[in-house]
């Protein structure tokens, strides 16, 4: 008797649990915090950085990515990220990952602008990603260059990313 007494009494704890959980999660979701709310935005409303508002300087940055990706350049590569991106990541880390990304596409042939997306915040901070179609020695792909940008400052680049089919 008295350990069922035990039992019943550890899962009303959870059902509090639980039930607490809810009740914070109701309360985030109703007043909203403006660190962690992503607004999307359509291109017309957050439009790109300057350095990446005109066909040219979307393809340069393609231009500029690609034969740093293809040569396995991890120094220039890893140059080419924000500092706070190198603070979370390593030479050695994005050496490692290269490698393997670079073992499911080979490399990159061609590539030419789609679209992007913009992500804003609030606080006057803006993430965009940047949307190319690739083709690859291993076929078709998709890259996305993540793009940072706070207020007026120029843009830094935050990462990037390829979907292989």
Not at 54 to 78: G, I, W
Request: charged share 25%; net charge negative.
């Amino acid at each position: 008797m008295e350990a069922t007494n035990k039992t019943k009494s550890k899962l009303l704890y959870v059902i509090l649990g639980i039930c607490l959980l809810n009740l914070l999660g109701i309360v985030f979701l109703i007043l909203g915090l403006p660190y962690t709310e992503y607004v999307q935005s359509s291109p017309e409303k957050a439009p790109l950085p300057a350095g990446l508002d005109s066909q040219e300087e979307r393809r340069a940055l393609f231009e500029k990515f690609k034969p740093l990706y293809n040569a396995k350049d991890c120094d220039n590569l890893y140059a080419f990220f924000d500092e706070a991106v190198q603070v979370q990541v390593s030479k050695e880390e994005l050496k490692e990952m290269l490698e393997n990304l670079y073992s499911f596409t080979g490399e990159i042939k061609n590539g030419a602008y789609m679209s992007y997306e913009a992500q804003a915040r609030q606080s006057g901070m803006c993430n965009y990603i940047l949307h190319y179609l690739i083709d690859t020695e291993k076929g078709k792909a998709d890259l996305n260059i993540n793009v940072f940008q706070q207020g007026r400052e120029p843009y830094r680049i935050t990462g990037f990313r390829i979907n292989k089919d």
